[in-house]
C-alpha cells in the first residue's frame, strides 16, 4: 500500500548540501528577509485605510500586532503545553 | 415543478454500490466520471422546489435550489472529483465507496429543503465518513473510527430530538432561516455545532482523521464540517452565540495545532480553526458576512484538500511517516508534492493572491463594518496564527527543519494531478475571484485588492513568519499528544469504570463472605442438633424409651395420689 522510501545520512558538509540548506544561504535568507520586513512596512505607511477602530490606523500597526499575537500564542501554547501535553502512546 | 432533474446527491450514493462490482479501467474511469456528472447536474438545479415526493402527510423536498446550496454542492462535488483521482492507486474499494456514499449524501444535504431529507442525508454522511477512516484497516483506526460514530449518532439524536420538536412546534418540516428560542432550535443548533467541530466536543476531529488511510483524510476534511457551516448559514444566520463559539474555535485550532506533532493532526486541529472563521461569519449573519462564510467554505476545501493531499503523498511514499519528528528535508526530493504544500499552506494563511486571502477577508471585513472591534482585532491575531501553525508550521517540519535523510521521491501520476488542479485553484481564485464571487449568496461588489488592504495582510502574514523562526526553539517537537475534553471519557471515565469495577467487586464479595457465613452459622447449628452426633438425632434404643415411659408414669402416679 505504501512505498519504503530511500534513505541517506544527511550531508555535515555545506558543500554536500543542497545549496538552499547551506548555512550561507540561509544568513543570506535572513538578511533579505529582514529587508522584506522593513520595506514592506515602510510601503504600508503610504496607504490609506478606512479606519474603523483607529489604532489599526497608525504607523506599522500591523507589523507589531502580528509579531506581538504570534509570540503571545507560543508562549501560550507552551504554557499550556506543560499542563495537557502527554506522550503520545498515553491512550495505548 | 419543471423539467425532472436527477438528484446529483444520489448519483454518487447510487455509483457507491456499483464501485464494487467494477475493477480495473472501468472503476478508474467511474471514479472520475460519477462526480463529473454530479457536478453537471448540480449546476442545472433551478432555484426553488424542483423534486418532492410524499412521506407519510408531508412532502419531503429532495432538491431546493439556491446560490447558497449549489455553491456547497458544486464544490462537494469537484471535491469528490479530485478526491478520487488522487484516490485512484488506494487498493480499498470499500473506502472508495464510503467516500462517494459520504460525498453525495453531503451534496444531498446541500439541497435539502426540508428538515427530514436534511436529517436522513445528515445520518448516511455519519454512516459513510466512519466507513472511510474504518477503511484504513489499522486498529487506531477502528478504535477512533468507533469513538467518531459514538459522537455523530450522539449529535444525531440531539438534532433529532431538535428536529421533531420543531416539527411539532410549527406544525412544519420547512428547513429555512430560524429564530434561538425554542429548547427544539436549541437542539438543532447544538446537532449541528456538533458536526462543525465545536466545543466542547471538538476532540472527535483530531482524534478520526488523522487515522484515515493516506487518501482517506483528503475527504474527512471536506464534507462533515462544512455541510455543518452550510446548515448553520441556512438555519442559524446572524445568532449572536456563533461568534463566540467561532471565536473560541479560531483560537483553539491555532493553540492546539502549535502543541502538535503529528503532521495530518496538525491540518485536522486547522480544520477547527477555519471552520472557526466561517461560524464566526454565520453569527454575524450580514449578506457580506454569509458572502464571506460560503466564499470562505468553497476556497477552504480546496486548499485543506491540497494540504493534506501533501500530507498524504508523504505517507504513501515514506511507508506511512505521519510525525514532524520523523521527517524534514524532504522537499530536495520530492519538489512537487514540497510545492503543493506551501501553496495551500499559503492560501490557508490567505496570503494575498492566493484563494484565501479573497474568501476569508469578507468575513473580517464584515466585522468591521458591524463595529465588532473585539471580533475584528481577534481575528486578525489569528490571521497571524493560522500562518504560525499552518502556513509555515506544516511545510516546515515536514519539507525543511533539519534534515531526515529521507529521500521519497514525487508520488504517481494521478496524485501529483490531483495536487497540481487545486493548487491551480487556489492561486486562480486568488488572482481571479469574480467567478466564485459570482456564485455567492447575495450580490457582492467587494475588492479584496485594494492596495491598503495588500499592505495590512502582508504585514501581518511576513511578521509572524519573523515571530515563528525567532520562537522556533519554543517549537521544538516532541513526542507528545496533548489533552483535550475527550480525557474525560477516555481516561477519568474509564478510570471511574474501573474503579466502580474494583468497589462493586469489594462489596459483592463482602455480601458473599457474610452470606457463607450466616449459612455456615446455620448448617453448623443444624449439624449440631441434627447431625449424626447430635442431641435431637440420636437413634434411641427401645430399653431406653421403656425407662422413660416408666419414670413419666410414676411420675404420674406420685401427682395423681398427693396433689
Excluded at chain 1, 11 to 18: F, I, V
Excluded at chain 2, 202 to 211: F, I, R, T
Excluded at chain 2, 237 to 259: K, R
Aim: aromatic residues 14%; hydrophobic residues 55%; glycine residues 10%.
Amino acid at each position: 500500500m505504501t512505498i519504503e522510501p530511500n534513505r541517506i545520512t544527511p550531508p555535515t558538509k555545506p558543500e554536500d548540501m543542497h545549496w538552499l540548506v547551506r548555512p550561507k544561504t540561509i544568513r543570506k535568507l535572513w538578511i533579505g528577509g529582514i529587508a522584506l520586513l522593513a520595506v514592506i512596512v515602510a510601503m504600508g505607511s503610504f496607504a490609506h485605510p478606512h479606519v474603523y477602530f483607529g489604532i489599526e490606523g497608525t504607523f506599522g500597526f500591523f507589523a507589531w500586532y502580528g509579531l506581538v499575537a504570534c509570540v503571545a500564542m507560543v508562549v501560550g501554547a507552551k504554557l499550556l503545553g506543560l499542563i495537557l501535553k502527554r506522550g503520545d502512546n498515553y491512550y495505548d | 415543478m419543471t423539467d425532472f432533474i436527477f438528484p446529483p446527491g444520489l448519483v454518487l450514493i447510487l455509483g457507491a454500490f456499483i464501485l464494487p462490482f467494477v475493477s480495473g479501467q472501468i472503476k478508474s474511469a467511474l471514479t472520475l466520471l460519477l462526480p463529473l456528472i454530479s457536478l453537471g447536474l448540480v449546476q442545472s438545479v433551478p432555484d426553488g422546489v424542483s423534486l418532492s415526493i410524499p412521506f407519510m402527510h408531508f412532502q419531503l423536498e429532495l432538491l431546493d435550489g439556491s446560490n447558497l446550496s449549489r455553491l456547497f454542492a458544486t464544490i462537494f462535488a469537484l471535491m469528490a472529483f479530485a478526491g478520487g483521482l488522487f484516490a485512484l492507486n488506494q487498493k480499498s474499494t470499500m473506502e472508495m465507496s464510503s467516500a462517494f456514499a459520504y460525498a453525495g449524501s453531503a451534496i444531498g444535504v446541500a439541497f435539502a429543503g426540508d428538515l427530514i431529507t436534511m436529517f436522513i442525508y445528515w445520518e448516511l454522511m455519519a454512516v459513510g465518513s466512519s466507513l472511510v477512516i474504518w477503511s484504513a484497516m489499522t486498529d487506531a483506526s477502528y478504535k477512533s473510527s468507533m469513538r467518531y460514530i459514538l459522537m455523530h449518532l450522539l449529535g444525531g439524536v440531539i438534532l433529532m430530538v431538535g428536529v421533531v420538536g420543531h416539527v411539532v412546534d410549527t406544525g412544519s418540516i420547512e428547513f429555512s432561516a430560524m429564530e434561538l428560542g425554542s429548547f427544539a432550535t436549541w437542539m438543532m443548533l447544538v446537532g449541528f455545532l456538533i458536526n462543525a467541530g465545536a466545543p466542547p466536543f471538538s476532540s472527535w476531529l483530531p482524534d478520526a482523521y488523522p487515522e484515515a488511510s493516506w487518501s482517506g483524510t483528503v475527504f474527512l476534511s471536506a464534507f462533515t464540517t462544512k455541510t455543518a457551516v452550510f446548515v448553520l448559514l441556512k438555519g442559524f444566520p446572524g445568532a449572536e452565540i456563533l461568534i463566540w463559539v467561532g471565536l473560541y474555535m479560531i483560537m483553539y485550532g491555532i493553540i492546539y495545532a502549535l502543541l502538535e506533532n503529528d503532521m495530518r493532526r496538525i491540518l485536522a486541529y486547522s480544520i477547527i480553526n477555519q471552520v472557526g472563521f466561517m461560524v464566526v461569519g454565520a453569527g454575524i449573519g450580514t449578506e457580506m458576512a454569509i458572502n464571506g462564510a460560503a466564499a470562505h467554505a468553497f476556497t477552504h476545501i480546496i486548499y485543506k484538500a491540497l494540504l493534506l493531499m501533501s500530507a498524504g503523498s508523504v505517507m504513501y511514499m515514506t511507508g506511512g511517516k505521519r510525525k514532524c519528528t520523523d521527517l524534514g528535508g524532504l522537499f530536495q526530493s520530492m519538489p512537487i508534492t514540497a510545492m503543493a504544500g506551501i501553496i495551500g499552506a499559503l492560501a490557508i494563511s490567505s496570503f494575498p493572491w492566493t484563494s484565501g486571502f479573497v474568501s476569508k477577508s469578507m468575513t473580517t471585513q464584515a466585522a468591521a463594518d458591524m463595529g465588532l472591534g473585539f471580533t475584528w482585532f481577534w481575528m486578525m491575531a489569528a490571521s497571524a496564527g493560522v500562518f504560525l501553525h499552518a502556513g509555515i508550521k506544516f511545510p516546515w517540519f515536514v519539507f525543511f527543519q533539519k534534515d531526515s535523510g529521507l529521500r521519497p521521491k514525487d508520488p504517481p501520476w494521478n496524485m501529483k494531478a490531483a495536487m497540481i488542479l487545486f493548487a491551480f485553484l487556489c492561486i486562480a481564485i486568488g488572482v481571479y475571484p469574480d467567478p466564485l464571487y459570482a456564485m455567492l449568496p447575495f450580490p457582492t461588489e467587494y475588492a479584496p485588492y485594494t492596495y491598503a488592504h495588500v499592505m495590512e495582510m502582508l504585514q501581518i502574514l511576513l511578521f509572524s513568519g519573523l515571530a515563528f523562526f525567532l520562537t522556533l526553539p519554543l517549537m521544538k517537537r516532541t513526542l507528545t499528544i496533548t489533552l483535550d475534553t475527550d480525557w474525560f471519557f477516555r481516561k477519568l471515565g474509564v478510570s471511574v469504570a474501573r474503579a466502580g469495577t474494583v468497589l462493586i467487586g469489594l462489596l459483592l464479595a463482602t455480601v458473599h463472605r457474610v452470606r457463607d457465613k450466616a449459612i455456615g452459622w446455620a448448617i453448623g447449628t443444624a449439624f449440631t442438633h441434627h447431625g449424626p452426633k447430635g442431641a435431637l438425632a440420636k437413634s434411641a434404643p427401645a430399653g431406653l424409651m421403656v425407662m422413660w415411659t416408666i419414670i413419666l408414669l410414676l411420675v404420674y402416679l406420685v401427682i395423681y395420689l398427693f396433689v
